[in-house]
Structure formats: C-alpha cells, structure tokens
Nanobody
Framework: QVQLVESGGGLVQTGGSLRLSCAASGRTFSNYAMGWFRQAPGKERQFVAD????????YNAYSVKGRFTISRDNAKNTVYLQMNSLEPEDTAVYYC???????????WGRGTQVTVSS
C-alpha cells in the first residue's frame, strides 16, 4: 500500500508558475514509477507527465511539453511537478499516482486544485 498526498496548488495568473509536490509513504518509493494527471470540470482525467523509479526517464504530454517538468527526490519520497507559463486551460485538479512494476497506476492521491486566471 502506498499513500500519496499532493500539495502546492493554488490560484495563479496566466503566465505564472506553481510547483506541485506529492509526498509518498508506505513502501520503497524508488520501486514505483510516478505520474501526474489532471481533471478539469466536466472533462475526463488527462495524463500530464510521468517519471521512472530512478528518475532517469521522464515523459510529458504534448500539451505541457516545454512548460511542465516532472522530477523526484527518492531520499524525500517526493515527486514534483514544476509548472511554468501557466494557461487558463491548465486549470484542473491535479493528482499524483504510483505504479509498481508496470502494473498500472493503482495508488492515487486526493488531488490539489490549480486555478489559472486570465
């Protein structure tokens, strides 16, 4: 079992930045790939970015490429999402999730709200 708690959301103006954090507990953090997802009102949940357990491999969705950066600190059991050049379209609840050995994202946090005003 892995417990995930997101933080760092808030209200920001267009063009601003936020850094989301996701603190994990319960198992060996480095054994889990981690992902960030988001869900806007009335829309399906959308993949944002993921990172391998070692942190050496990352992948971003096209919509955030060049603006968002995922990273992790295994010593702190934390994964981050640095979000720059934010746009109103980025407004959503952001969730982190954990995946063990390619079994899919089974563990999810409760989310943190990000609102970008125009």
């Amino acid at each position: 079992q892995v417990q995930l708690v997101e933080s760092g959301g808030g209200l920001v103006q267009t063009g601003g930045s936020l850094r989301l954090s996701c603190a994990a507990s319960g198992r060996t953090f480095s054994n889990y790939a981690m992902g960030w997802f988001r869900q806007a009102p009335g829309k399906e949940r959308q993949f944002v970015a993921d990172i391998s357990g070692s942190g050496r491999s990352t992948y971003n969705a096209y919509s955030v490429k060049g603006r968002f950066t995922i990273s992790r600190d295994n010593a702190k059991n934390t994964v981050y999402l640095q979000m720059n050049s934010l746009e109103p379209e980025d407004t959503a609840v952001y969730y982190c999730a954990a995946s063990y050995s390619g079994q899919g994202y089974k563990y999810w946090g409760r989310g943190t709200q990000v609102t970008v005003s125009s």
